[in-house]
């Protein structure tokens, strides 16, 4: 059974920056990603990386928010700069076997959820 455990969200005013971590525990999957929900609002793709490297970035964030990964460690990270009141929501980690699997939210594996704020 995979365990997917986040780390890192707050309370951060506009302009700031934020850095999300998420731990795999349980097994190796080849694929890990970032969503967030915000209030009123369907969950939404932020980022996702493969295990070599490829990534995918919804519009809004491109040029703010970079993902990455510790293989190693089983690890990815959202590091989030500029942060914007409009990326204020619950951040949600997820894992699947396919970069394609995490794009479009087929994971069966998601973390509890983190709570980003950014204050205006």
């Known amino acids: 059974q995979v365990q997917l455990v986040e780390s890192g969200g707050g309370l951060v005013q506009a302009g700031g920056s934020l850095r999300l971590s998420c731990a795999a525990s349980g097994s190796r999957l080849n694929a890990m990603g970032w969503f967030r929900q915000a209030p009123g609002k369907q969950r939404e793709l932020v980022a996702a990386?493969?295990?070599?490297?490829?990534?995918r970035y919804v519009d809004s964030v491109k040029g703010r928010f970079t993902i990455s990964r510790d293989n190693a460690k089983n690890t990815v990270y959202l590091q989030m700069n500029s942060l914007k009141p409009e990326d204020t929501a619950v951040y949600y980690c997820?894992?699947?076997?396919?970069?394609?699997?995490?794009?479009?939210?087929?994971?069966?594996?998601w973390g509890q959820g983190t709570q980003v704020t950014v204050s205006s």
């Open positions: 997820n894992a699947h076997g396919s970069l394609y699997g995490v794009v479009s939210g087929l994971s069966d594996y």
């Open positions: 990386i493969s295990t070599g490297g490829s990534t």
